[in-house]
C-alpha cells in the first residue's frame, strides 16, 4: 500500500509540474429504473453501442447494487453516503430534517474549487432537496462548461428516459422525433424471453420490449455526454462513471427489494492519466461487491479530499481503497401510499430476505405503476381470472418473513430456500449479518412513520430522527428483536405479546399490536387488551394499529368506529395515511359510506407542526381509488 501511495503521489508532482490539472474531473451519468440490460453485461435484447464501447474502454462492475429498489430513498444515500435508515430518509418520498452534519458530496468538492453542476434531477428526500448550496448550479442547463478556466469539475447527468413514466410509445415517439434521429429498430415481443413470475401476456411483452427501446434511447444519449466531452478535449482529464438510480422498471422490479430491483449496471472509465487509480486494466470486469454506499465516499477519495467521518460503505477505487465488504444491504419501507418494512443482504450469491410486515402482498403496492404501464394492470386481472402459475400468483399474496434465494441458480427470486434444511447454515449466516448492520446502523425503520412526529421535532429532546436514533432513548437491538417476533404472529407467543401492548416503550406497544393483528387471537382477555389500548394509548398511531388487531380479534364494531374517529381527527398526514390503510386491513372498510370518502378527500395540510403534506398527498391516492370503484369492495389482502 505504501508504494503504491507513493505512485501515486509521484505520478501527481508530475502532473502538476507539467502544468496538467493536479486533481480529476468527474462526470457522473446516470439513467433510471434499469437493471444490467445492456449488451455488456450479455443481455441478448440489449442494443447499446455506446455503453458497451465505454465498458470496453473502462471496467464493468458485475456485482453492483443500489441499496433501496427505489429513486428518492436511493439518491438519498448517493448524496450523503449514508444508509437512509439510519439518517431517517427511507421511507418513499418524504421531508425529513437532516442535521447540518450530515455530510453530501457536492458540497465537499465546492469547498475544495470544484465546479459541481446536476442537470438535474435531486429528489434527495429530505430537506437536503431544498438546499441552494449543494451545487454551483442545479438546472437543465447546469453544465461543467460554465466553469472558470482550468477549474476542475464534477457533473453529474441524469438521463430519465428510462423512468418507468416514459414507457408509453408516444413517449418514444416524441423523442426520436425531438431529436431528429433514425428510430431504432423495434425488438419485436415475441422474441423476449420473459422472467418466469411474469404471465405470457402480450400487455407484458409490449411493455418488455418498449423497455428495451427506451434503453437503447438512453445509450444514444450518453453518447452524446461522451462526444461531447472529446470535442472539448477533457476525456484525456476525467473518470467516467455510469449507472442506474436502481433495478427496474416493470412490475415486481423497481420498488421491489429482489435481486431485479436492486443489482444495477455500473460502469467505470478512467483516462490514461488517472489509470493508476484503476484496480483493473480497461475492458475488465471487476467482481468486487459495491453499492451505492461507497460511492460518496469513493468520489471524495479519489479527488484527495478529507472523507467525513459519518459517512458509511468503503471506498472502492484509488491509492485509499478499502477491503471489499463480504456482504451487501438492502431497505425497502413505505412505497408511496402502503406502509411496508423488508431489508435484505447478498453475499453476492445468496440473498436473505426479512419481511418485517408480511401481510402486505406486494403487488398490492403503490398505484402508480398501474398508472403509467400496462404489465400491472394485465397481470393483476390474469391473477384475479385464477389464471397465474404458483409463481406468476406469489407476487398478488402476503409474503413469507423470511426469504432466502440462490441468485446464481435462480436470478429472478421466485425460488424460496428459507424452508430448506440444506441451506440452514447459509440462512443463520445471513441472518445474523443482517441483524448485526440493523444494529450497528441504527436503523430508524423499526420506528413506525407514525408515531415520529411524537418522538422528534419543535419542543421535543431530540428536532431530527437521526438524532433521536444515535441516542439511548433507542433501545434498537431490544426493538429488532421485538419487531422479529411481531413478523411471525405466532399464537403460542401471545402472552408474550400482550405484554408488549403496555410496555413503556411506545415503539414496543405498536410490534406488540401488530403481532396481535398477525396472529389473530380470539378472547375476552385479547379484546380488553386491545380495546385499552385504544382508548388509553397516547399516541394516533398506536391507537390506530391496537384498533385494526381489534377489528380482526372479534370486534370490527368497535375498530371501525375507532380508526374512523383517528382518521377524522389527526392533524398528522402519515396518521391519515395509516387511518385509511387500516381499514382495508381491518377489513372494515365495507363500513365506509361514499360521503366518508368524499370528506376524506378534503382533508389537506393546515401547516401545523407534523402536518406532513405528502402523507396527505398519498392517502389522496387511496381515496381517489375508492371513489372511482365505488360502490365496489377490494380488499388488499
Sequence with gaps: MQRLVLVCLLALARSVAAGEPARPNILWITCEDISPYLGCYGCREAHTPNLDRLAGEGLRYTRAYANAPVCAVARSTLLTGMYSPTIGTHQMRSSVQLPPSIPAYPRIFREAGYYCTNNSKKDYNSNLERDQTLWDESSGRAHYKNRKAGQPFLAVFNITVTHESQLGAKRIADYVAKQQIPATPRLRPEKIALPPYHPDLPAIREDWARLHDLITLMDGMVGERLRELEEAGL???????????????????????????????????????????????????????????????????????????????????????????????????????????????????????????????????????????????????????????????????????????????????????????????????????????????????????????????????????????????????????????ASLGDPVRLPEYLGWLTDGDPIVRHWGAYAVFLARPRGAD????????????????????????????????????????????????????????????????????????????????????????????????????????????????
Excluded at 273 to 291: C, E, F, I, N, T
Design 235 to 485: 476525456a484525456d482529464d476525467t473518470i467516467v462513471f455510469f449507472n442506474s438510480d436502481h433495478g427496474g422498471m416493470l412490475s415486481r422490479a423497481k420498488r421491489y427489494i429482489y435481486n431485479v430491483g436492486t443489482q444495477v449496471p455500473l460502469l467505470i472509465r478512467f483516462p490514461k492519466k488517472w489509470q493508476h487509480l484503476a484496480p483493473a486494466g480497461p475492458g475488465g470486469a471487476v467482481d468486487r461487491l459495491v453499492s451505492f454506499i461507497d460511492i460518496p465516499k469513493t468520489f471524495v477519495s479519489l479527488a484527495g479530499l478529507p472523507v467525513p467521518r459519518l459517512m458509511q460503505g468503503r471506498i472502492f477505487l484509488g491509492p485509499g481503497a478499502e477491503s471489499a465488504p463480504g456482504t451487501v444491504h438492502f431497505y425497502r419501507d413505505r412505497m408511496a401510499e402502503r406502509y411496508d418494512l423488508s431489508r435484505a443482504v447478498t453475499d453476492g450469491e445468496f440473498y436473505y430476505v426479512r419481511n418485517f410486515m408480511p401481510h402486505r402482498p406486494p403487488g398490492r403496492d403503490s398505484r402508480y405503476g398501474y398508472d403509467v404501464q400496462a404489465n400491472w394492470g394485465a397481470w393483476e386481472a390474469h391473477f384475479e381470472a385464477g389464471k397465474c402459475d404458483p409463481i406468476q400468483s406469489q407476487f398478488f399474496l402476503p409474503k413469507p418473513p423470511v426469504q432466502l434465494f440462490d441468485t446464481r441458480a435462480d436470478p429472478w427470486h421466485v425460488r424460496n430456500l428459507a424452508g430448506s434444511p440444506e441451506h440452514r447454515e447459509c440462512l443463520q449466516r445471513l441472518e445474523r449479518d443482517l441483524d448485526a448492520w440493523m444494529i450497528e446502523t441504527r436503523d430508524i425503520g423499526l420506528i413506525p412513520e407514525p408515531l415520529f412526529s411524537d418522538l422528534v421535532g419543535p419542543g421535543k429532546p431530540f428536532q431530527t430522527l437521526f438524532e433521536y436514533a444515535q441516542s439511548d432513548r433507542y433501545p434498537v437491538e431490544r426493538l429488532l428483536g421485538v419487531a422479529k417476533a
Design 526 to 637: 385479547v379484546l380488553r387488551a386491545l380495546g385499552t389500548m385504544v382508548a388509553r394509548d397516547p399516541m394516533a398511531g398506536n391507537r390506530i394499529m391496537a384498533a385494526q388487531a381489534l377489528a380482526l380479534c372479534g370486534d370490527p364494531d368497535a375498530a371501525f368506529a375507532a380508526i374512523l374517529k383517528e382518521s377524522r381527527e389527526t392533524r398528522c398526514g402519515y396518521v391519515f395515511l395509516q387511518g385509511l390503510n387500516a381499514f382495508q386491513y381491518s377489513h372494515t372498510d365495507d363500513r365506509l359510506k361514499q360521503e366518508d370518502w368524499r370528506a376524506f378527500g378534503k382533508k389537506r395540510a393546515d401547516g401545523a407542526p407534523g402536518a406532513d403534506a405528502t402523507g396527505f398527498g398519498y392517502a389522496q391516492r387511496i381515496v381517489t381509488d375508492a371513489l372511482a370503484i365505488w360502490p365496489d369492495r377490494r380488499r388488499v389482502d
